[in-house]
């Protein structure tokens, strides 16, 4: 049986961020499709010198796609709604058209941001709250399960950082990236355009130190056959519940 998990973010770059472990162990399994929808091209971010600003929005495309290579995304579609307005948006708008690919690739799970936007980023959290609205709108809301992607409070405490973390008892699913570091690096450093944000979080990265990679990723599942819940238990697994 075939499984497909659609991923709802913001920004090119925010997949490999968040689960780039998770896409890459999914993907190496014949029975699961990895779809990525990505509301913006991220236009509005720094050039590192890479490119000229006004070609930013179509270098981190090409970005976009060379990561998702290597991660083994089996689609990504991506819009263009102007990087940092996705506030100024109607809600209805961009839930719609989420709406729309749920109902065109079928998801069994759908991961995305929690409310907070982990950096607290505005479009992170105008992507949550349509990517939420669409779930519960969808025809098919009761065979979806909806995941938060997800930074423990525990974990949060050791970081660099200071970020918008989630209660330990809210987390329902840890995944073992550690097999696929590589990748996941690898997949960073397609990102070239945004350096110096990848290397804040993961020092060295770029030049192949791999030590600041997280080990493993985290999700809170909150709502499962169309109903909120809270977690019972914990699992590896997306499609475990």
Known sequence: MSRTALLVFAHPDDETFTCGGSIARYADRKDTRIVLYCATRGEAGKTAGVCPPEQLG???AEELKRAG???GLDRIILRDHGDGRLKDLPEEMLADEIGAVIESTAPDVIITFPPHGISGHPDHQAVQKAALRAVLESK???SLSLYYVAIPESIARTMRRPVHAT???LISTVIDVSPHLE???EALRQHRTQR???ERVFPGVFDG???GLRREEYFQLVIHKGEF???SGRTDDWFQV
């Open 58 to 60: 179509d270098i981190r």
């Open 69 to 71: 290579k290597i991660l």
């Open 140 to 142: 098919r809301r009761k």
């Open 167 to 169: 209660e330990d008892a």
């Open 183 to 185: 990748r996941i690096a």
């Open 196 to 198: 110096a944000s990848i």
């Open 209 to 211: 130190d791999l030590r």
């Open 229 to 231: 819940c809270r977690p």
